[in-house]
């Protein structure tokens, strides 16, 4: 069993089910509205934790009922929340999710207490990130919380999954250096590379470019074309998608990062394995609407055929 400490964002999202997207200045109606918990963080937490592993979590959450709520989420799922402070400075963070009827979304995020953990915070928990075996961290907390929970971590021999989404075009050179693998999407190597990719050897052209940063492992997900995977001594891979219908893509790239956490080994020797499995776990979560209430179990995941992989 995989011991996982995630640093990251625990948020209350309200979702909003529309036709299309709508446009600057224009104004759609919605055929639906639910609230649900949420945060890339407290999402890849769940994942984790429903598909095996032992995890703790370090973030923040504002000293209302809202924060008290989605605390109580991450305890339904067995999470250890010891590393969870509550502020009365702020309010917990919020996320406003408008999906369409191709599952698209767009995301407006009020960072809040996710914004607020401090590096004393991070120092208090240092016993929870030693004793781990991974540490998983995002871009939807202050960078100094994942620079001193990576620092933490490499002291103590623990590997560091840095999943940098929200995108940015400049990563700190210092959470780099203490980054082992790093997890984004297509749109955040773009973003992180200043190269599109448009194609497989502009794909493999910007993973290099992340290698050439000091990143020795990279994992880039395709949403429905699959994941591609990089090691900085050459070996590379594509893993397919599994063909579904999607509904909603929200927390599929969580289920991704949560799911493959519990299942690779620490030398990275079976990650052919491990993304297939994340692959599997995220091809459920679309089928479904929300975030964390559409993460599954591995249960679910393992009693699914594997007859619909896209060869």
Known sequence: MNKITVVGSINFDTTVR????????????SKEMFTNGGGKGANQAIAAARNGGQVNFIGAIGNDDTGKALLGLLEQDHIHTAGVRKLDTT????????VNDEGENSII???????AITDDH?????GLIAESDYVIAQFETNLS???????IAKQHQVTTILNPAPARAIIPERIIQ???MLIPNETELETISGQAITNEQELIAATQKVHDMGIPTVIVTLGSKGAFYSFANGHTGFVPAFDVKAVDTTAAGDTFIGALATKISADFSNIKEAIIY???????????????QSIPYESEILSESNSFVTE
């Open 18 to 29: 529309t036709e299309q997207l709508p446009k600057p200045g224009e104004t759609v109606h």
């Open 109 to 115: 995020i009020y960072g809040g207490a996710n914004q």
């Open 122 to 126: 991070i120092d208090e928990m240092r």
């Open 145 to 151: 919380s994942i620079e001193r929970s990576f620092e």
């Open 278 to 292: 994340g692959c599997k776990a995220a091809s459920l979560t679309v089928q479904r609407y929300g975030a964390q």
């Open 91 to 98: 309010r917990t963070g919020s996320a406003y999710v408008t």
């Open 178 to 180: 203490l980054t082992d």
